[in-house]
């Protein structure tokens, strides 16, 4: 399988055909058969901490890859623009490292908006004292 394409549902139904990704924007979740064929649904979060959905001109991209390590297949895949770009087989490290690199993003980009509130926050303060608020 080379190719998914994209179908908007409200809920994602529960047999799945071959060849299609179902993106249910109400409820956050896509859903598709694993591209290698062996049948097993494969289901994905949207969220900012999970999967990115975006769609151009109808065709679907998620990131990051989809990864069917719990899987049998253990099959590794892009889809991008609608095509499934097939990737090596990462080791369970890389897995990890690549998760924990994402994780490490996020607590960086939390941590920049504490440190920005807690500018303001002393801003204030100071303009207080100094105009006697
Ligand atoms: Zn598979």
Not at 45 to 56: I, K, M, Q, V
Not at 85 to 93: F, I, Q, R, V, Y
Not at 98 to 122: K, T
């Amino acid at each position: 399988m080379n190719e998914l394409k994209l179908q908007h549902v409200t809920y994602v139904p529960r047999d799945l055909a071959p060849g299609v990704l179902y993106v249910s924007l109400e409820y956050a979740v896509a859903a598709h058969l694993c591209a290698c064929g062996c049948g097993a649904k494969v289901v994905t979060p949207l969220g900012p901490a999970e999967w990115s959905f975006t769609e151009r001109g109808g065709r679907p991209s998620l990131r990051p890859s989809i990864g069917n390590w719990q899987l049998p297949c253990r099959s590794h895949y892009v889809i991008s623009d609608g095509q499934i770009h097939w990737a090596k087989g990462w080791s369970e490290a890389q897995v990890l490292a690549g998760r924990n690199a994402e994780e490490q993003r996020r607590r960086d980009h939390y941590a920049a908006q504490e440190r920005e509130r807690g500018f303001w926050r002393r801003l204030w303060n100071w303009l207080r004292k100094v105009f006697g608020g």
